[in-house]
């Protein structure tokens, strides 16, 4: 038995009286307008996020969006104009170098910007390791709170994800704000 069991089975032994656990329905913040509050939450962290009109073609934007983009990885059919699909790759060492990263997310949360990204590529580094990412969002799946989001994803999803909010960004270095320390340097989110 090792120590973390011991502990727990003596504290369980050392309790009187159990109560039931409180229900919890915490309703959490309610926007009247979900997409634009996304939006505007998506910019204030650093980001962007662009709603895709019906006669704009997807393709077109990003590559306006990222003209200088070269190494263009993307394993979602709809995207055409990537160079590569990184589910090819044996070795996630490979992605470097890789300019713009186009994936999907399934769930956008207004109250912060945070999408949920489910692990969709054989490497997750993608998400990390690229100088920009692309997240095609449809825009029916915001939530309001993550409260809303946590519900859904429970729902939906069993492995691996993670939630991305704007550019990756640290303060740790002389209070500096960096951006690009840790991941991408840039985010856009498209909303289909």
């Known amino acids: 038995m090792s120590s973390k069991e011991y502990i727990l089975q003596n504290i369980k032994r050392n309790i009187k009286t159990r109560l039931d656990k409180p229900k919890m329905d915490v309703l959490g913040i309610q926007f009247d307008h979900l997409l634009s509050q996304f939006v505007d939450i998506c910019k204030a962290v650093g ?9 704009e073609d997807v393709n077109i934007l990003i590559k306006e969006l990222y003209s200088q983009a070269q190494s263009i990885g993307s394993n979602l059919p ?47 580094a993608l998400y990390f390791i690229s100088e920009y990412l692309v997240i095609i969002l449809d825009r029916t799946k915001l939530v309001n709170n993550m409260h809303e989001a946590y519900r859904t994803i429970e729902s ?10 704007g550019p990756s960004k640290t303060a740790d270095i002389e209070q500096a ?16």
Request: hydrophobic share 40%; with cysteine.
């Open 47 to 55: 980001g962007d996020a662009r709603i895709l009109e019906k006669q």
């Open 78 to 124: 709809e995207i055409t104009i990537s160079t590569f699909n990184p589910d090819d790759l044996d070795d996630p060492h490979l992605l470097n170098g890789t300019d713009l990263a186009i994936i999907k997310g399934e769930v956008g949360v207004a109250e912060n910007g945070c999408i949920w990204i489910p692990q969709n590529v054989v490497h997750k």
């Open 156 to 165: 939906n999803d069993s492995g691996f994800g993670i939630f991305i909010s």
């Open 177 to 192: 704000l960096v951006v690009g320390a840790h991941g991408p340097k840039g985010l856009t989110v498209i909303l289909t």
